[in-house]
């Protein structure tokens, strides 16, 4: 990762509206009818943007006063300082092997990339909290707790379900019955863990930059300018949202996983794990689709499950939030014009997060 690049001048950003949401809009809230290469995460206090040479990540810093004496910010408390950017060049490791570009293996290596930049910018937004002096969380430390995540991810959306249904696989007629009851536990499991993160007090703040994140790319795919006002107006709902994703590979695993029959436990427990890229790559071609059509209203019905599962993981954000998110896209846009990448360039820009 290269040194942080300072922040392009702009008039200093005033303390954030208090945590509560700015009123929604009055009108229905747009959406964008185009499909831009720019991808996003929330992060802690910030949200992090990713075009096609270049990341960013704008953090809201605490106010000085928020982390006087060495005070750590309490848990969902809003972050009242200056907003700070950090912009790094990107080069995908899809430029240089055009063998990872085939369809499936380029989704699983773009998924790839988007974790690690994820966990990049995880890092600079939490350390952005800390108060001055105190020691940074290492990356050493973000990767473990990264590959725990990912085993309790697996074990639960994957081994779990198949463990359970194994249980009774005696009773069921066939290996199509077994993935189809299979399948209606993981999304079961999935829903419902949604549903209770999405009640979580901690994680409110987060899902807000999440609308954030949202509303400001989709204003840009509508070609509006980027002001807090304008990206308010826009649904906080978009079709290329990771929680959209994960429903698709759910779906995508009765097809992977179907033909494979229902042979002893162990080997069902193997299948899932080592499915799991074949599963990810089906689903990324999927999402991509939709992404290309999402003005047709086929796609717009197809995708409206994963829409409503949005619900769960955004929050409308207040103007402060949306002015952070603004200013992750903006030095993205200092450094290039994503609409005018090439067909090329645009390989593995179909996930939003």
Not at 80 to 101: A, M
Not at 264 to 283: C, D, H, Q, T
Request: glycine share 8%; proline share 8%.
């Amino acid at each position: 990762m290269s040194a942080a690049q300072p922040e392009p001048e702009r008039p200093p950003a005033g303390p954030p509206p208090a945590s509560e949401p700015s009123p929604p809009p009055q009108q229905p809230p747009l959406h964008a009818s185009r499909d831009a290469p720019v991808g996003g995460q929330a992060v802690l206090e910030g949200v992090m943007m990713r075009g096609v040479s270049t990341w960013a990540v704008a953090v809201r810093a605490p106010a000085p006063e928020q982390i006087a004496g060495g005070r750590h910010m309490a848990s969902g408390e809003a972050a009242l300082g200056e907003i700070r950017v950090q912009s790094f060049p990107l080069v995908s490791v899809l430029k240089r092997h055009r063998w990872l570009r085939w369809p499936v293996i380029r989704g699983v290596v773009a998924l790839g990339e988007s974790l690690r930049l994820g966990l990049n910018a995880l890092n600079i937004s939490a350390n952005a909290q800390l108060p001055e002096g105190e020691e940074e969380i290492s990356s050493g430390t973000w990767a473990g707790t990264v590959v725990f995540a990912l085993a309790l991810a697996i074990g639960l959306f994957f081994l779990l379900p198949v463990g359970i249904t194994s249980l009774f696989k005696d009773s069921l007629p066939n290996s199509v019955v077994f993935v189809l009851v299979e399948k209606l536990i993981r999304i079961t499991i999935f829903v419902t863990y949604l549903w209770a993160i999405s009640r979580l007090k901690d994680l409110q703040r987060v899902f807000q930059y999440h609308g954030a994140e949202h509303k400001t790319i989709s204003c840009y795919e509508a070609g509006m300018p980027l002001t807090p006002e304008n990206a308010q107006r826009f649904s906080r709902l978009h079709p290329r949202c990771g929680t959209s994703f994960l429903l698709i590979v759910m779906i995508v695993a009765i097809v992977v996983f179907a033909p494979l029959g229902t042979p002893a436990w162990y080997w069902l427990l193997a299948s899932r794990v080592i499915g799991i890229p074949l599963v990810a790559g089906l689903a990324f071609e999927v999402i991509k689709w939709f992404g290309r059509n999402r003005a047709k209203r086929w796609a717009r019905a197809l995708m409206t499950p994963g829409l409503k599962l949005q619900l769960l993981t955004t929050r409308e954000p207040d103007l402060g939030q949306l002015a952070v998110a603004i200013a992750a896209l903006e030095a993205v846009l200092a450094v290039e014009t994503p609409g005018e990448a090439s067909a090329e360039d645009r390989i593995g820009m179909e996930v939003v997060a």
